[in-house]
């Protein structure tokens, strides 16, 4: 087995298992019926193959693949930062999606364990998610599982070019 796929975590299911390059063109799926209901973010595909690349190929990552009768039925992934508030590692999942026809059978609450695992395993403390607020299955999904709201919002700013650095300066 490649050291990149031993460092993942050990499921408790044989439905949720490490993401393999080949399911990616399924993610893209996913993500698309996800970012339809995100107001902020709008699919790419192009994009989103190179951030999966990126992910699968990064030992601070983890990407799963939620499997229902053989198939990709949902995905998520987790990145280990470093938490000021926390004095150590800290998971930030992203992209926690289920196919509509899966829900309801437990693969989003088995994503999230394994994620969470993963995390423990590396030694992170908290993990932490953003969610839209208009998504309020998901809202309650993430309610009825233990996640807590907190007093935090979301702030976003694409880099400046330096040259925009340099006349802000002025």
Same mark, same amino acid.
């Given at each position: 087995?490649? @050291?990149? *796929?031993? @460092?993942?975590?050990? +499921? %408790?299911?044989?439905?949720?298992?490490?993401?393999?390059? $080949?399911? #990616?063109?399924?993610?893209?799926?996913?993500?698309?019926?996800?970012?339809? #209901?995100?107001?902020?973010?709008?699919?790419?595909?192009?994009?989103?193959?190179?951030?999966? &690349?990126?992910?699968? @190929?990064? !030992?601070? /990552?983890?990407?799963? +693949? /939620?499997?229902?009768? $053989?198939? =990709?039925? &949902?995905?998520?992934?987790?990145? #280990?930062? #470093?938490? +000021?508030?926390?004095? &150590?590692?800290? =998971?930030? =999942? !992203?992209?926690?999606?289920?196919?509509?026809?899966?829900?309801?059978?437990?693969?989003?609450?088995?994503?999230?364990?394994?994620?969470?695992?993963? &995390? *423990?395993?590396?030694? /992170?403390?908290? *993990?932490?998610? *953003?969610?839209?607020?208009?998504?309020?299955?998901?809202?309650?999904?993430?309610?009825?599982?233990?996640?807590?709201? +907190?007093?935090?919002?979301?702030?976003?700013?694409?880099?400046?070019? !330096?040259?925009?650095? %340099? $006349?802000?300066? /002025?």
């Amino acid at each position: 087995m490649p @050291a990149r *796929l031993a @460092a993942m975590p050990r +499921t %408790q299911s044989p439905r949720v298992r490490p993401a393999r390059p $080949g399911d #990616i063109d399924a993610f893209c799926g996913l993500l698309a019926a996800l970012f339809d #209901i995100e107001a902020d973010f709008a699919f790419d595909a192009a994009r989103a193959r190179k951030a999966f &690349g990126l992910l699968l @190929a990064e !030992e601070r /990552a983890c990407v799963l +693949t /939620a499997l229902h009768d $053989g198939e =990709v039925a &949902g995905m998520c992934s987790g990145q #280990i930062v #470093i938490s +000021t508030s926390e004095g &150590g590692p800290s =998971v930030v =999942v !992203e992209d926690v999606v289920v196919r509509e026809d899966a829900r309801g059978l437990g693969l989003g609450r088995e994503l999230l364990r394994a994620v969470e695992r993963w &995390g *423990l395993e590396r030694g /992170a403390t908290r *993990l932490q998610l *953003l969610a839209d607020r208009d998504n309020s299955a998901g809202l309650d999904f993430y309610d009825h599982l233990g996640w807590r709201r +907190t007093s935090l919002i979301c702030l976003r700013r694409h880099p400046a070019s !330096e040259e925009t650095l %340099q $006349g802000e300066r /002025a």
